[in-house]
Nanobody
């Protein structure tokens, strides 16, 4: 089973950018679908973006056109480039892996079985 470690969170003003990173280890022959999720205080965890081998991606409606998910370094690193950030993007961001990679991409947190510890993103107005 892989382990996930997020980094890159911080505080930024509205309209700014951040890039989150997720280190994936170990890399084996197994495939995983990967996703980014976020959770604001008092709210449910929501799917932000997902990707799987071959490059297929899926985005939540609230981030389409602003966020970009990508995998690099032979799937060792997962990125989330966040541009035009808004205060409502504030929350704890989590990287997650789904072993059932062959199923259609999903933004449902219950579909993912491995989670990182999270990194905080705060966007001020």
């Amino acid at each position: 089973q892989v382990q996930l470690v997020e980094s890159g969170g911080g505080s930024v003003q509205s309209g700014g950018s951040l890039r989150l990173s997720c280190a994936v280890s170990p890399i084996t022959g197994s495939n995983y679908a990967m996703g980014w999720f976020r959770q604001a205080p008092g709210k449910e965890r929501e799917g932000v973006a997902a990707v799987r081998s071959g490059g297929s991606t899926k985005y939540g409606d609230s981030v389409k056109g602003r966020f970009t998910i990508s995998q690099v370094n032979a799937r060792k690193t997962l990125y989330l480039q966040m541009d035009s950030l808004k205060p409502e993007d504030t929350g704890m961001y989590y990287c997650a892996a789904r072993s059932q990679w062959w199923l259609p991409l999903s933004l449902d947190p219950s579909a993912y079985n491995v989670w990182g510890q999270g990194t905080q993103v705060t966007v001020s107005s």
